[in-house]
């Protein structure tokens, strides 16, 4: 799987848009974009993916460059429950051996009151 | 209703001592996982099991042996326990082994002293 990297850590403004940055150049033409999160003390959350099409949902959008190379993340109305810390992690989606997320060390997202 | 339940959530031995981490989804899901996240909180893959079939087994110390008794449940057990294990560990469960959303528990907290 290819390697991403994120900054180690941002602020946001409670109510402000958080825009999480990811780098994953290596990235090859069957790998998907995943976001999950992971808030202090609990398992981590699955937020979004994409292959190459923008996402939304109701927890976020997900805008992928055109040579995804990059993604950002985005949290249109950030609260102080979103502080986490936000893992991208890029992946093939076939089953067997191949399933399994490879966690770097992601970006811890302080929102401020 | 909890989909990922893992038990205990905190697990306080010594050094030497067998134990064993309970991990039930009641999501209906084929495959199951075990992630461990260390003291610097990387967060890595240890095992997966899908309908009850071992299909991920990463380099880990064959003191770790995963149960699934059903594809409802993995088990985790750790023989001969080393301070190293300290950890916070993770259950995981996906729809089947290519799912694109893992669920996780909500981890438990070994300590070995």
Redesign the interface.
């Known amino acids: 799987d290819a390697k991403t990297t994120q900054p180690p850590s941002m602020d946001c403004a409670e109510g402000r848009a958080a825009n999480l940055p990811c780098n994953h150049s290596t990235i090859s033409g069957n790998e998907?974009v995943?976001w999950y999160r992971?808030i202090h003390?609990?398992?981590?959350?699955?937020i979004i993916?994409g292959l190459k099409n923008n996402e939304t949902n109701e927890m976020a959008s997900l805008i992928i460059t055109e040579d995804r190379k990059s993604s950002t993340l985005i949290l249109p109305h950030a609260t102080l429950r979103d502080t986490a810390?936000y893992?991208c992690i890029v992946r093939v989606?076939?089953?067997?051996?191949t399933?399994?997320?490879?966690?770097g060390?992601g970006t811890l997202l302080a929102v401020q009151p | 209703d909890t989909a990922?339940s893992q038990t205990p959530k905190y697990l306080v031995t010594q050094m030497g001592n067998d134990k064993s981490i309970k991990c039930e989804q009641n999501l209906g899901h084929d495959?199951m996982?075990w992630?461990k996240q260390d003291s610097k909180?990387?967060?890595?893959?240890m095992f997966?099991y899908?309908n009850k079939e071992l299909?991920?087994n990463?380099t880990v110390p064959n003191r770790f042996s995963p149960k699934s008794p059903d594809k409802a449940h993995l088990n985790l057990h750790i023989n001969s326990l080393e301070l190293g294990d300290s950890a916070v560990y993770?259950c995981?469960s996906?729809q089947?082994?290519?799912?694109?959303?893992?669920?996780?528990?909500?981890?438990t907290r070994l300590t070995v002293v």
């Open positions: 998907y995943y992971q003390s609990q398992g981590p959350q699955y993916h810390v893992y989606n076939y089953g067997g051996a399933n399994k997320l490879i966690f060390t | 990922v495959t996982y992630y909180k990387f967060l890595k893959i997966s899908n299909i991920i990463e993770f995981a996906s089947e082994a290519g799912a694109t959303e893992a669920f996780f528990g909500q981890g």
